[in-house]
Structure formats: structure tokens, C-alpha cells
């Protein structure tokens, strides 16, 4: 039997299956990355819904996890070497899950630096904009009577989109075949168009191959489920 007592945001969140691997998740467009990567692999985990509406991951036992208070993060039981392994950061995650377990990241060399430069890309890029253009959307942000912000982060999200609508063009996949890079922007380009109510703003219908995409990896049963774990309470 495996043994997490080191790590004290069990004493929070408490491991019923200790011996499997442990998500502290919620489901945001970065939290489904970890939870969809997961369901994709079919490895053996237990999710912790930590709630971020109640500024749960800035108590001590997540800070002990991640001093960042962000989510997804995990512990993997059965790490390198057989110990216990802690571990934050969705594209680090991702990343480590693929080299974990040698799936949904290419073998050849030159492949896989390939992809993981994708993952990066949605980490520096993908993510950061299209959460600013929801803040000035639909949150706080859209309340400044200045919008020139609000424009700033239409233009940036409209060109990154442009960005994947060049690589997707012949392409089923962000790297040919579906990988961690995919997975890594589901969540992001789905939440642009949905939750953040900016299908029309950054024109969306007017591109091609990123609707086709995202058409595509919402249609895979794993990603459905991944949407939805943890279940919020």
C-alpha cells in the first residue's frame, strides 16, 4: 500500500486509493488538460475536486502542493525511481504523463521537441490571451471604460487562432496525429467560444480547420469525460 502521508494536502484531501495516482483539479480549461490526458491514457487516478470559487487552493495544504495556488497539480505514487512524486503545472504534467506511460507524444526525437514546442506555445501564449480577453469580456474588465485592452486581446486572440488555423491546414491533428498538443488547447479554444461568449468576436465561424479540430476533440469520449472531472459538488 502505497503511503502519502508526507504530503500534507492529503490531510485535506484525504487518498481512498492511495496506491493511485492523485489529481487536485477543477474543471477549467487549464484543469481538463490533466483530467483529459488522463482519461485518454486510462492510468488508475483519484480526482479531488478543489474549488477555486472558494479560494481553496490558497489554503496550506495546496500551497504545500503548489506554492503558485493554482490547479491541476498531482502526486503520483508510483513515481521515478517507485517514490512518490509531486508535481504542478498542467504542460509539466502533460509532459510528464506522456513520458510516463510513452503515449500521445512521438517517439522520434525531432517529433516529440515538436510537440512539447506546442504545449509551450499554448502555455505562453493560448491560454494567458484568451483568459484576458475573457476578463474584459465577460468579467470585472468589462466594466473599464477603456476598452482599448479589450481590443488588445480580440487582435492577440484572433492572430493565435490564425496561428493554429495555418498548422491545422491538411492536418487532422496539431501534430499530425493527436497528441499532448491537442489536448493541451482543448480546453482553451473551447472556453473562448463558450464560456467566454467570444465566438463572434474573434470571428471564429470564418475559420475552417480550428472549428473542424475542436469539432473533432469533443467528439472523443475520453475528452468528454475529461470536461467534467473533478465533478464540482
Same mark, same amino acid.
Not at 168 to 177: K, P
Not at 193 to 208: Q, S, W
Given at each position: 500500500?502505497?503511503?502519502?502521508?508526507?504530503?500534507?494536502?492529503?490531510?485535506?484531501?484525504?487518498?481512498?486509493?492511495?496506491?493511485?495516482?492523485?489529481?487536485?483539479?477543477?474543471?477549467?480549461?487549464?484543469?481538463?488538460?490533466?483530467?483529459?490526458?488522463?482519461?485518454?491514457?486510462?492510468?488508475?487516478?483519484?480526482?479531488?475536486?478543489?474549488?477555486?470559487?472558494?479560494?481553496?487552493?490558497? %489554503? #496550506?495544504? +495546496?500551497?504545500? /502542493?503548489?506554492?503558485?495556488? =493554482?490547479?491541476?497539480?498531482?502526486?503520483?505514487? !508510483?513515481?521515478?525511481?517507485?517514490?512518490?512524486?509531486?508535481?504542478?503545472?498542467?504542460?509539466?504534467?502533460?509532459?510528464?504523463?506522456?513520458?510516463?506511460?510513452?503515449?500521445?507524444?512521438?517517439?522520434?526525437?525531432?517529433?516529440?521537441?515538436?510537440?512539447?514546442?506546442?504545449?509551450?506555445?499554448?502555455?505562453?501564449?493560448? %491560454? #494567458?490571451? +484568451?483568459?484576458? /480577453?475573457?476578463?474584459?469580456? =465577460?468579467?470585472?474588465?468589462?466594466?473599464?471604460? !477603456?476598452?482599448?485592452?479589450?481590443?488588445?486581446?480580440?487582435?492577440?486572440?484572433?492572430?493565435?487562432?490564425?496561428?493554429?488555423?495555418?498548422?491545422?491546414?491538411?492536418?487532422?491533428?496539431?501534430?499530425?496525429?493527436?497528441?499532448?498538443?491537442?489536448?493541451?488547447?482543448?480546453?482553451?479554444?473551447?472556453?473562448?467560444?463558450?464560456?467566454?461568449?467570444?465566438?463572434? /468576436?474573434?470571428?471564429?465561424?470564418?475559420?475552417?480547420?480550428?472549428?473542424?479540430?475542436?469539432?473533432?476533440?469533443?467528439?472523443?469520449?475520453?475528452?468528454?469525460?475529461?470536461?467534467?472531472?473533478?465533478?464540482?459538488?
Amino acid at each position: 500500500m502505497s503511503d502519502l502521508s508526507a504530503f500534507s494536502i492529503t490531510q485535506r484531501w484525504p487518498a481512498r486509493h492511495p496506491e493511485r495516482l492523485q489529481l487536485y483539479s477543477w474543471p477549467t480549461p487549464n484543469g481538463v488538460k490533466a483530467s483529459i490526458m488522463l482519461e485518454e491514457l486510462g492510468l488508475p487516478y483519484e480526482p479531488h475536486a478543489v474549488d477555486i470559487g472558494k479560494n481553496e487552493t490558497w %489554503g #496550506p495544504e +495546496f500551497l504545500s /502542493l503548489n506554492p503558485n495556488g =493554482k490547479i491541476p497539480a498531482i502526486i503520483d505514487p !508510483d513515481g521515478p525511481g517507485g517514490k512518490p512524486l509531486a508535481l504542478f503545472e498542467s504542460g509539466a504534467i502533460l509532459v510528464y504523463l506522456a513520458e510516463k506511460t510513452g503515449r500521445l507524444i512521438p517517439a522520434d526525437p525531432t517529433a516529440r521537441w515538436e510537440t512539447i514546442q506546442w504545449v509551450f506555445f499554448q502555455m505562453a501564449a493560448i %491560454g #494567458p490571451m +484568451f483568459g484576458q /480577453l475573457g476578463f474584459f469580456h =465577460k468579467f470585472a474588465g468589462r466594466e473599464y471604460e !477603456d476598452k482599448r485592452p479589450l481590443q488588445r486581446y480580440v487582435a492577440e486572440s484572433k492572430r493565435l487562432l490564425d496561428v493554429l488555423e495555418t498548422r491545422l491546414e491538411g492536418r487532422d491533428w496539431i501534430m499530425g496525429e493527436y497528441s499532448i498538443a491537442d489536448i493541451s488547447m482543448i480546453g482553451w479554444v473551447r472556453n473562448l467560444i463558450t464560456f467566454y461568449e467570444a465566438r463572434d /468576436l474573434v470571428e471564429f465561424d470564418t475559420l475552417k480547420n480550428v472549428p473542424a479540430w475542436l469539432e473533432r476533440a469533443l467528439a472523443r469520449p475520453a475528452v468528454q469525460r475529461g470536461l467534467n472531472i473533478p465533478a464540482k459538488p
